[in-house]
């Protein structure tokens, strides 16, 4: 009797240890949210359009610039926002206004005036760009 009385209190102690392990496995992480950006300009200050009445068409792009690259000169007839995810880019409006990114960095885009990018770092810079358009406008237009 006393065996069993000892087996029984191994079990309920091996039992608590694995639910209190499996009650800690059950927790979820801490969800975090921060606002990267939040404006109703672009990165040169100009006031962002307004939105047309038509049918919303959201498109995400992914841009790979290698080091030394430049994208020629262009411009976006709809509002655009992007996040850098690695390297640098340096972006210059055709007026000669000029932003610097680095990882990490949100940039809002200039919407209808002319301007390129140019990656002065030495590794690719990549980044994501959100384009709120209309359907069937083009999102970027080249000069």
Excluded at 36 to 54: H, K, M, V
Excluded at 125 to 140: K, M, R, S
Aim: hydrophobic share 45%; with cysteine.
């Amino acid at each position: 009797m006393k065996f069993a009385c000892t087996l029984f209190a191994l079990a309920a102690l091996a039992a608590s240890n694995v639910w209190a392990d499996g009650a800690a496995q059950l927790e979820a992480p801490k969800i975090e949210a921060e606002v990267l950006t939040r404006t109703t300009q672009s990165w040169d200050g100009s006031e962002l359009p307004t939105y047309p009445r038509a049918q919303p068409e959201i498109a995400i792009m992914r841009y790979r610039i290698p080091a030394g690259a430049a994208l020629p000169m262009h411009k976006h007839p709809v509002i655009n926002a992007g996040v850098l995810l690695s390297g640098q880019l340096t972006v210059v409006s055709e007026a000669g206004d000029t932003l610097h990114m680095k990882a990490g960095d949100t940039i809002v885009e200039l919407v209808n005036k002319w301007h390129y990018g140019r990656n002065d770092g030495d590794t690719m810079a990549e980044i994501v760009v959100f384009y709120a358009g209309i359907g069937g406008l083009p999102v970027v237009e080249k000069k």
